[in-house]
């Protein structure tokens, strides 16, 4: 539901600026519903006036649906206005404020309607260069999103939520082809942003809860080739096969979020509250090519308080930074391809009010927490991950339902239907969906029909179907570049590598792994003290510990592990086998 409307929002962002302009203003308005239409848009003019250079078009509406008529998105303009500057370019000014409709399910498969409107004050476009090589600057002194009413089955109610950009900014190169290629760059001093969202909750009708913050130094940039002929809404993988290859960075500088809430906690009693967050700057680059997924990240210094009458104290904690980096390939691949997972926390602090609970006398060091988390590896990839089959049977598989299979019909059912675009070595594999039919019944003493019969007595097997759907990820190697965490006086430091021997599982891996250990034994005494650990539980622990590590060479609280994983799953700790 989130990626539904999230989609929904970033096309209405999208008509701030049209991928298409030409040397006449007639020209840069049927570009730009070429556009829009090729991409899964309806656009409807509500009247068009010509008069010399400009062109006039008054309630046009853009509308977009969500797949399977889970939603869509409809945006409004009461009047766009294109006029030739007399040197080649266009420029395009679009009414002030502009309604907009999100409609979407909720949870419980019921619609809801959001209505807003876009709001852009002092802003234009103009456009320049040829047809087929098109540059299109944008600005807008302030661009306001704000959405005004909730509709739900229980009636509609006031949801005022807005996002302001002031002085944004951006910048578009459209190279026309079979795979059109768009540049784009944008910027904005600062966003701010403020809601308030009550009535809500069908448990406690007096839930309310209102924020308001701001971010500085906006920016963003990417490179978009997205190919003709294909609807990226409806089949994201014949996209990715057709070309389409994506890339952007954002930034954000400092921000932060004040917020209060209240309602009724347990027992019926008033609860009210307050939190604020704030953070010095974020980073993210985000990437999607047939060569996979890419996601990274990394913020800078924040904080966060929370305060609530159904707490005693308040809680509060600091982060001096995290990164995160996760690439994974997403299309069919016999031959093991690389992933990566890896995240780090820096400078975890909580405040005191939180160790006091536990640890009044401060016997636990409470130095900042870190965690480093760098892993590697190679996978088979068992099918197109973006094919809408595929995610269709993941998912009724994860359900345990027979549409694993896309096609139950017989035993030469497939999991997908080549597109045009598909390749033969990444078609998706074939679902093994047998019919199932059930012995025939006495028709004197039983109504039910044969085919009946079939069907019932077929669900389990189905359902065993969609317990064979295969797993889209297959394990062939796994390195564990970094595995640290300090924290509370203890290290703890992994490293190492394992394979899956040829037609074996990740269960009876091949490999070395190494550990080392810092600070394990004085952690053991400190729990002693706090009353966590009792005397007789100590010497088990210790034992337990003497069977996976050895002191490390240096002597000292340190301890150190190297394990061994040989085939037919045995284990050796430190030459000793353990399993």
Known sequence: MFLRTTSSALAVIALTAPAFAEVTPAQVWQNWVDYYKANGYTVTEGSREEAGETLTLKNVVMAASAPDNEGGVEFTMPEVTLTGTGDGKVRTVVAETSPLKLTFKNEEDEPVTLDGNVTLKDAEIVSSGAPEDMTHESRAAQLVFALNTITTPDGQKPMPISVTMVNATSSQRVVDGPVQTVDARMGADRADFT??????????????????????ALAGEGRFLMPKGVDVTKDLNAALKAGMDMSASFSIGAGKVEGQFSGKGEEDKDVSGQMATDVKGVELTVGMS??????????DASNVSLTSSDLPFPINYAVGGSTVDVQIPVMKSDAPVPFKVAYSLTGLTVGDELWNLFDQGKVLPREPASLDVDVTGLAKIAMDLFDPANVKAMEDAAEGTDAAAPDAAGPDATATEPSATDAPATDAPAADAPATDAPATDAATDTTTSADAGAADGAPEAADDAADTPEPFVLTELNVNKLALDAIGTKVDVTGAL????????????????????GVNALIDNLVKLGILSQDEVSGYRMMLAMFAKP?????DALVGEYEFKEGGQVFANGQQVK
């Open 195 to 216: 809601g308030t969202v009550e009535g809500m909750d069908k448990e406690d009708p007096t839930a309310k809860a209102s924020f308001t913050g701001s971010i500085d």
């Open 290 to 299: 047939t060569a996979g997924l890419k996601y990274q990240g990394s913020a």
């Open 552 to 556: 490390a060479p240096e002597g000292g």
């Open 499 to 518: 394979t899956v021997p040829e037609g074996g599982s990740i269960d009876s891996p091949v490999g070395t792994m190494h550990a080392r250990l810092e």
